[in-house]
């Protein structure tokens, strides 16, 4: 489980404290101190350690974004995306630097969203807003899919799963028993797969997304794609062609915002798409998609656009959530 700091495409080359986390947990390995459920693990070349989670749901509070709870089954994402927001969030336990290095399964989640599954009468549930659901890590502790096995119980509630993930096919059974209680967003913010390798270089390709987005909307399985952020394409009107082709019901695209000194700006200088970054970028592509979506039918299923979202709350309205205290140290807010 030996860690070696990132220093490729640029990346600041610094010792992290990941390295200390680890030779910790090694030791309390060694001396047995562990439960066999959080045993520490490699996984794809990424630390893995498991943990119990205090709460599951997090209560949104801008009622703007439509939804009423967010799950993160996990925290972190071996994706690595190198322009997430989530890398900056703070951590107890990691740097910005060891984004995509580290994850952390929530091994009891489906357990507490049971236990809290009377929260979700009248209530919109969005899967996730810090991590992927679907990342290579489901495979092993099927944490999502567990969850979706609770929340299809939640008659109630409505579930909008956002990925960039085919292991979502896995679930494919399961997906379809929601019927229009559920939707799928597609993560897919450039038509060129070589731009994609510069940015998600270990998320699935393109052309692997746009096929799970035709095969669930093939199945009746209501798809938003989402080029959020936007970043270069080869041409805006074939993605926008693409989108329809696919058979998905909405598509949204957002630009790009980064701090200051965020080590992404390298990325993009390398590449000569700081222009990404202005105001304007991006403004075609919006237009193109509010035009080609516009004569949709509304749809029943939640979160096909963040105004759609807000429209297809279910009918009966739960009392409000109590808010929930998630800053302890082993569950930032965020997730």
Avoid at 11 to 32: F, G, R, T
Avoid at 152 to 158: V, W
Avoid at 162 to 180: N, V
Avoid at 225 to 244: E, H, K, L, R, V
Wanted: hydrophobic fraction near 40%; charge should be positive; include cysteine.
């Amino acid at each position: 489980m030996r860690w070696k700091p990132d220093c490729s495409e640029g990346w600041p080359c610094a010792i992290s404290l990941l390295q200390l986390v680890n030779l910790v947990y090694m030791v309390l390995i060694d001396n047995a101190l562990f439960p066999a459920s959080l045993v520490p693990m490699n996984f794809g070349g990424a630390t893995v350690l498991p943990e119990e989670a205090k709460s599951i749901l997090r209560p949104q509070k801008d009622e703007r974004l439509g939804f009423g709870f967010s799950l993160n089954p996990y925290r972190g994402c071996t994706h690595s995306c190198k322009y997430c927001f989530v890398r900056e969030y703070p951590s107890p336990d990691y740097s910005p630097l060891d984004w995509g290095c580290w994850c952390r399964p929530k091994v009891n989640a489906p357990e507490l969203l049971w236990k809290h599954r009377h929260r979700l009468y009248g209530q919109a549930v969005f899967m996730s807003t810090a991590t992927d659901p679907y990342q290579p890590i489901e495979r092993r502790f099927r944490l999502s899919r567990r969850c979706l096995e609770v929340l299809l119980e939640c008659a109630g509630s409505s579930v909008a799963i956002h990925t960039r993930s085919p292991l979502l096919l896995d679930d494919f059974g399961l997906i379809k028993e929601f019927g229009q209680r559920l939707s799928v967003g597609i993560s897919i913010p450039t038509d060129d797969d070589s731009v994609r390798k510069a940015i998600e270089p270990l998320a699935p390709s393109m052309p692997s997304r746009w096929e799970m987005a035709r095969k669930l909307s093939k199945a009746g399985i209501h798809v938003f794609i989402s080029a959020t952020p936007i970043f270069p394409m080869q041409s805006i009107d074939g993605y926008i062609q693409m989108c329809i082709d696919s058979g998905a019901k909405s598509a949204w695209a957002g630009r790009l915002r980064l701090i200051s000194r965020d080590p992404f700006r390298y990325v993009l200088q390398k590449n000569n798409w700081l222009h990404i970054l202005e105001k304007g970028f991006g403004a075609e592509l919006k237009a193109g998609l509010a035009e080609a979506f516009a004569d949709d039918e509304p749809s029943d299923c939640p979160a096909a656009s963040p105004s759609a979202f807000r429209q297809l709350q279910p009918q009966a309205q739960a009392a409000p959530a109590p808010r929930v205290n998630m800053m302890g140290k082993t569950q930032p807010s965020l997730f």
